[in-house]
């Protein structure tokens, strides 16, 4: 099983980036698929999820600025982001669980930063 996140970069801020994460081994649309974030010396943290059944959960930090999605023809899960700001500076990490079977992956990081 592999995650492969791409996309991260140096942005201005109020820029765009938009990351993908490309799975493989399993079928990404059988999964709760999420996107986490970390900095140095902080835990990881949630920022948005979509459920199997497409429900999505976004941190309030990011809610109405960064938009989880999935395209299950691609086996691809996106994220979105704009308006960024220098406080989302972070590696970035792509997940995906299976809760029945305690099944979770993860993907290498994809390292995003913002310039003020």
């Known amino acids: 099983v592999q995650l492969q996140a791409s996309g991260g970069g140096l942005v201005q801020t109020g820029g765009s980036l938009r990351l993908s994460c490309a799975a493989s081994g399993i079928i990404a649309s059988s999964y709760d698929m999420a996107w986490y974030r970390q900095t140095p010396g902080m835990q990881r943290e949630l920022v948005a999820a979509i459920s199997i059944g497409n429900v999505w959960n976004y941190a309030d930090s990011v809610k109405g600025r960064f938009t989880i999605s999935r395209d299950t023809g691609k086996n691809m899960v996106y994220l979105q982001m704009n308006g960024l700001k220098p406080e989302d500076t972070a590696v970035y990490y792509c997940?995906?669980?299976?809760?029945?079977?305690?099944?979770?992956?993860w993907g290498q990081g994809t390292l995003v930063t913002v310039s003020s």
């Open positions: 997940k995906a669980e299976d809760r029945l079977r305690y099944r979770t992956y």
